[in-house]
C-alpha cells in the first residue's frame, strides 16, 4: 500500500522558516522522481503548483516564486522527502502536497495528504 505522509506545516511569521517532510512507503523510492506541489487557498478550482521536485538521480527544479529561499533533498535510506522554505511570505500560504512519480511502461503518480503552510503576522 502505498503512503505519502507530509509534516512540517503550520503558521509562520512572515520572514520565518518551515522544514516540510514526506515518508513514503509502500513504493521503490528511490527511483521516483519527488516533488513538492501547493494549492493556495484562494485557488480552490486551479492546479496545483510545483513548487519543486528532484529526480531520481538527484536533479533538481525550482518555481520562480521560491527559487533562492527554498531547499528540496531526499534522504533514500529513510524515504523521505524534505522541502526547507526560508524568508517566508504571505504568498506562500498553501496546502503543501508531495507527489512522487515514475514513467517506465506505465505512469505511477502518487499523492499525499497535503500539509497547510500559513504565513501571517
Known amino acids: 500500500q502505498v503512503q505519502l505522509v507530509e509534516s512540517g506545516g503550520g503558521l509562520v511569521q512572515p520572514g520565518g522558516s518551515l522544514r516540510l517532510s514526506c515518508r513514503s512507503s509502500?513504493?521503490?523510492?528511490?527511483?521516483?522522481?519527488m516533488s513538492w506541489y501547493r494549492q493556495a487557498p484562494q485557488a480552490p478550482g486551479k492546479e496545483r503548483e510545483l513548487?519543486?521536485?528532484?529526480?531520481?538521480?538527484?536533479?533538481?527544479n525550482y518555481a520562480d516564486s521560491v527559487k533562492g529561499r527554498s531547499t528540496i533533498s531526499r534522504d533514500n535510506g529513510e524515504k523521505v522527502v524534505y522541502l526547507q522554505m526560508n524568508s517566508l511570505k504571505p504568498e506562500d500560504t498553501a496546502v503543501y502536497y508531495c507527489?512522487?512519480?515514475?514513467?517506465?511502461?506505465?505512469?505511477?503518480?502518487?499523492w499525499g495528504q497535503g500539509t497547510q503552510v500559513t504565513v501571517s503576522s
Open positions: 507527489n512522487a512519480y515514475r514513467s517506465d511502461f506505465r505512469e505511477y503518480d502518487y
Open positions: 509502500g513504493f521503490t523510492f528511490s527511483t521516483y522522481r
Open positions: 513548487v519543486a521536485r528532484i529526480s531520481s538521480r538527484g536533479i533538481i
